[in-house]
C-alpha cells in the first residue's frame, strides 16, 4: 500500500510539474492557489482563457473546465451558478476534442458524448470527469437529468473512467454515481441502493474526502428520509480537517460551508 501511495504521489508530482510548464499556468498560479476568494479566481480563469486564445491546449481546457466548475460550485446561485456549470462543461468537451478519435466520434460521426467517450486514454480522465461533472450539476439544476438521453449519455461517460480508475479524483467515478442514482428517476436508471454502494465506494477510496458526505447527505440521505444518516454525515464533514488534503484544502473548507448551511436547513 505504501508503494502504491508513494507512486501515485510521484506521478501526481510529475503532472504539477508539466502543468507548471505549460504557458498561462505560471501566470495564473498566483491567483488559482488563493481561488478561495472570488475575485482572485476570477483572475486566474482570465489569465487561462488568455493562454487558450494564443495557444490552445488540453492542460488548459481541462482546467478551465475545472475553474469555472468551481466558481459556480462555490460563490454562484440561480442563473449564474447554472451558466457556470454550463461553461464548465463547454470547456471540458473542448478538452476532449483534444483526442482526434474524441473529435470524430462527436463532432463529425454526430455520436453522445458518453459513446464518443470510449476509447479515451487515462491521460483524458481529467476532461471526462469535469465534463461530466459539470453537466451534472447543470443538469440537476435544469431537471435535465429526468430526461432519459442525456442522462444516459452523461452516465455512460463517467461509467467509462470508473472503467480506467476508480480511484480518480478522490473517488469521483463513484461519488458521482452514487449522485445519478439517487437524483435520476427510474426510467433513467435511478436506484437507491445502487446509489449507496457507490457512496460508500467513494468513501471507501477517499474517506477524508469532504464532498462524498456532503452529496450522501444531500441526495441520497434526503430522498430515503434518514435525517439520522443526514446529520451524521454532515457532522463529520463538520469536524474533518481540511488541511489533510492540502491540494483540496480550498475546496474542502466549500464542503463544510455547504455543510454548515444545509445543517442550518429544515430537513424535509
Given at each position: 500500500m505504501k508503494k502504491t501511495i508513494l507512486a501515485a504521489a510521484g506521478l501526481a508530482?510529475?503532472?504539477?510539474?508539466?502543468?507548471?510548464?505549460?504557458?498561462?499556468?505560471d501566470e495564473a498560479k498566483p491567483y488559482w492557489d488563493n481561488r478561495g476568494d472570488k475575485a482572485s479566481l476570477k483572475q486566474a480563469i482570465a489569465a487561462y482563457e488568455k493562454a487558450y486564445q494564443e495557444n490552445p491546449s488540453y492542460e488548459l481546457a481541462e482546467?478551465?473546465?475545472?475553474?469555472?466548475?468551481?466558481?459556480?460550485?462555490?460563490?454562484?446561485?440561480?442563473?449564474?451558478?447554472?451558466?457556470?456549470?454550463?461553461?464548465?462543461?463547454?470547456?471540458?468537451?473542448?478538452?476532449l476534442c483534444f483526442d482526434p478519435g474524441f473529435k470524430q466520434r462527436y463532432e463529425v460521426d454526430k455520436k453522445g458524448m458518453g459513446d464518443a467517450t470510449s476509447g479515451l486514454s487515462l491521460e483524458f480522465a481529467g476532461g471526462i470527469f469535469w465534463t461530466a461533472t459539470s453537466y451534472g450539476k447543470w443538469g440537476k439544476m435544469r431537471n435535465i437529468?429526468?430526461?432519459?438521453?442525456?442522462?444516459?449519455?452523461?452516465?455512460?461517460?463517467?461509467?467509462?473512467?470508473?472503467?480506467?480508475?476508480?480511484?480518480?479524483?478522490?473517488?469521483?467515478?463513484?461519488?458521482?454515481?452514487?449522485?445519478?442514482?439517487?437524483?435520476?428517476?427510474?426510467?433513467?436508471g435511478g436506484d437507491m441502493e445502487k446509489?449507496?454502494?457507490?457512496?460508500?465506494?467513494?468513501?471507501?477510496?477517499?474517506?477524508?474526502?469532504?464532498?462524498?458526505?456532503?452529496?450522501?447527505?444531500?441526495?441520497?440521505?434526503?430522498?430515503?428520509?434518514?435525517?439520522?444518516?443526514?446529520d451524521k454525515l454532515l457532522d463529520e464533514v463538520l469536524a474533518g480537517d481540511p488541511d489533510a488534503l492540502p491540494e483540496v484544502a480550498i475546496e474542502q473548507r466549500v464542503e463544510q460551508d455547504k455543510a454548515r448551511r444545509m445543517k442550518a436547513e429544515k430537513f424535509e
Open positions: 508530482m510529475a503532472v504539477s510539474v508539466t502543468l507548471w510548464a505549460q504557458p498561462g499556468f482546467r478551465l473546465s475545472y475553474a469555472w466548475y468551481f466558481q459556480a460550485d462555490a460563490f454562484e446561485e440561480g442563473k449564474q451558478k447554472s451558466a457556470g456549470y454550463y461553461t464548465g462543461y463547454e470547456w471540458g468537451l473542448k478538452a437529468l429526468k430526461q432519459l438521453g442525456p442522462a444516459k449519455q452523461a452516465r455512460k461517460m463517467i461509467i467509462y473512467l470508473h472503467s480506467l480508475d476508480r480511484n480518480y479524483y478522490y473517488g469521483g467515478p463513484a461519488r458521482w454515481l452514487g449522485t445519478y442514482y439517487a437524483v435520476a428517476p427510474g426510467i433513467a446509489s449507496k454502494k457507490h457512496y460508500e465506494e467513494a468513501m471507501a477510496a477517499a474517506p477524508g474526502y469532504l464532498a462524498t458526505k456532503v452529496l450522501m447527505a444531500e441526495n441520497y440521505a434526503a430522498k430515503v428520509k434518514d435525517k439520522a444518516l443526514h
